[in-house]
Every structure is written in structure tokens, then in C-alpha cells.
């Protein structure tokens, strides 16, 4: 993933952390298990995430990042 570009779009560090994961196909509840989360708090973040990307679907966005 290109950190500079996320940073430049004011991802916050849990944000990268979640894009990255999602990048690598994990789905909702494996992220939240890896970042110690619930995957109500996953949703939130790949919403931004998606906002900020100006996409419309987490698909999107880890073709995006990849």
C-alpha cells in the first residue's frame, strides 16, 4: 500500500491498519480479531477509508491500495 498517499488523505493509523488487512482479504471478523476490535469499529473505519477514496465498495478499495 502507499503509505504517503493514505497519510496525504489523513488516514489515521488504525485506518492503514484496517486498509492493509482488508488488502489481503480478510474479511470483517478477522480484522477485528487481529486488531483486538469489534467489527462494528472495522465497518466505521472501511467506511471512511472508502469515503476518503472516493470509491463505492470496500472492493474498490483494496483494488485501489493494492
Not at 470483517?28 to 465498495?57: F, N, Q, W
Amino acid at each position: 500500500m502507499a503509505w504517503q498517499q493514505c497519510k496525504k488523505l489523513n488516514f489515521t493509523d488504525r485506518e492503514i491498519q484496517v486498509a492493509e488487512l482488508a488488502a489481503r482479504g480478510y474479511d470483517y471478523r478477522r480484522i477485528a480479531k487481529e486488531l483486538t476490535i469489534t467489527p462494528l469499529t472495522v465497518k466505521g473505519h472501511m467506511r471512511r477509508i472508502v469515503s476518503r477514496l472516493d470509491i463505492v465498495s470496500g472492493n474498490g478499495m483494496v483494488r485501489r491500495v493494492q
